[in-house]
């Protein structure tokens, strides 16, 4: 864990320790932010009824249907007749929520899937922890607090193997990489810039994200059973996906988006070092929050 004394010294020394100016000017401007709800929905219609009412009224919702064959978007409507239903121009999770982030107008954009294993009550403490000083919330199962029932043990040991790599080639501390529960001020989507089309989404975002500098902060997020249906994830297949997004953006030393407060120039030779992690708080923001390594409420 890092002390907010060891926190202040890395600042004095670290690139990301320029105040970010996108995250002062949106907190300031949007003291009660709005919220998007982007919902990759493939054959979910028998799950949406267990999700959808589950969302605040005042949130945006997007369901962004796969071409499904089930009436998801119908049963989505019904359900939320002010959801808005966004089509994905190709396939896969990665360009659904690609599109639905393109559509999104909140000043924080929530990902949540529409199985019924993500649980909208989590949603405030992702946007407490963006409230308070992080660019991007990364819910993780393995944090206290968190947990699975979804997990086989095949994707759990290729989850911890990836996630090693990750942390390895990039300086991060992520403890959870390939989790689709996450959430992040729409400043970010240029440094993200999310133009994959299958399971490897979310890898790409926490890798990006690490890139650009932008403060990530885990927040333990618990992962139910897929309620109906089967899933659409094949455990081979979509981690071969993930490697060789990680070894492409690797490969890629440029961030994406401009350079920006926390933006700055990747170099590969200083990766371990210029990385904002799951546990380092170099914002001013993030001095007065009272959290640890990671957050807890
Ligand atoms: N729009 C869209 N949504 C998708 C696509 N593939 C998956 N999804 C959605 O993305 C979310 C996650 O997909 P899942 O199939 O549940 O993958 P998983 O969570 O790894 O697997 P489970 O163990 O079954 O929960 C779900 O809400 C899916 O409906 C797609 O091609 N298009
Ligand atoms: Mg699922």
Known sequence: ??????????????????????????????????VSVVIPALNEAEN??????????????LVVDGHSTDGTAAVAT????????????????????GCGFAAATGDIIVMLDADGSARPEEIDRFVDILCRGADFAKGSRRLAGGGSADLTWIRRAGNRLLSGLVNLL????????????????????????????????????NIRAAKAG???????SYEDLRLFGSSNLRAIRDGMRVLRTIVAERVRRRPRGNANGASREWEASGAAT???????KPDPLLEHAAFSDSYAD
């Open 48 to 61: 949406l009824p267990h999700v959808l009412p589950k969302l605040p009224q005042e949130y945006e919702v």
């Open 274 to 280: 210029g990385t904002v992690n799951s546990t380092s």
């Open 214 to 220: 932008l403060v990530v902060v885990e927040v333990p």
């Open 78 to 97: 019904e359900l939320r007749p002010d959801s808005r239903i966004v089509s994905q121009d190709r396939r896969g999770k990665g360009n659904a929520l």
């Open 1 to 34: 864990m890092i002390q907010p004394a060891q926190a202040n010294d890395a600042r004095a020394t670290q690139p990301w320790a320029t105040p970010r100016r996108d995250h002062v000017a949106v907190v300031e401007a949007a003291p009660s932010p709005t």
């Open 170 to 205: 990039f300086g991060t501390r992520y403890t959870d990489l390939c989790y689709g529960y996450n959430a992040f001020w729409a400043y970010c989507l240029p440094h993200l810039d999310v133009d994959c089309d299958g399971f490897e989404v979310e890898t790409l975002m």
